[in-house]
C-alpha cells in the first residue's frame, strides 16, 4: 500500500510563491502517474496538475496553468508543485494522490492513496 504525505504549505502573500511536497511510502512504486488536487472551502476538490511516472508529460488545470509547475524527483519518489503568482483565490487544502484508472488524468475518481493534504493560504 503507498502512503503519500504533502507538506509544504502555509501563508503567503499575493504574488508569492510556494513549493509543495509529496513524498510516498510504504509499498512504493515509481510507476505510477500522480496528481495534485486542491479544495477550498465551500467548493469541490478541482484539479491542479498532474505527471506522469517518466516525468515526460504533465497537465495543469486553467486556473493554474503558467504559474504552478508539476515536477518528479525519481531517485527519493517525490512529486512537487511549485506555485508562483500566487493569488487569493489559490487558497484551499492541496492533496496529492496517485493515479490509479486510464483515462483523463484530470478526474479526481481516477485517482487513490490521497494524502492528507496541506494548507496552502494567500492574503491579499
Known amino acids: 500500500q503507498v502512503q503519500l504525505v504533502e507538506s509544504g504549505g502555509g501563508l503567503v502573500q499575493a504574488g508569492g510563491s510556494l513549493r509543495l511536497s509529496c513524498a510516498a511510502s510504504?509499498?512504493?512504486?515509481?510507476?505510477?502517474?500522480r496528481g495534485w488536487f486542491r479544495q477550498a472551502p465551500g467548493k469541490e476538490r478541482e484539479f491542479a496538475a498532474s505527471i506522469s511516472w517518466s516525468g515526460g508529460s504533465t497537465s495543469y488545470g486553467d486556473s493554474v496553468k503558467g504559474r504552478f509547475t508539476i515536477s518528479r524527483d525519481s531517485a527519493t519518489n517525490t512529486v512537487y508543485l511549485q506555485m508562483n503568482s500566487l493569488k487569493p483565490e489559490d487558497t484551499a487544502v492541496y492533496y496529492c494522490a496517485v493515479r490509479r484508472r486510464a483515462g483523463s488524468t484530470t478526474v479526481e475518481n481516477n485517482y487513490a492513496n490521497w494524502g492528507q493534504g496541506t494548507q496552502v493560504t494567500v492574503s491579499s
Open positions: 510504504g509499498r512504493t512504486s515509481s510507476m505510477y502517474d
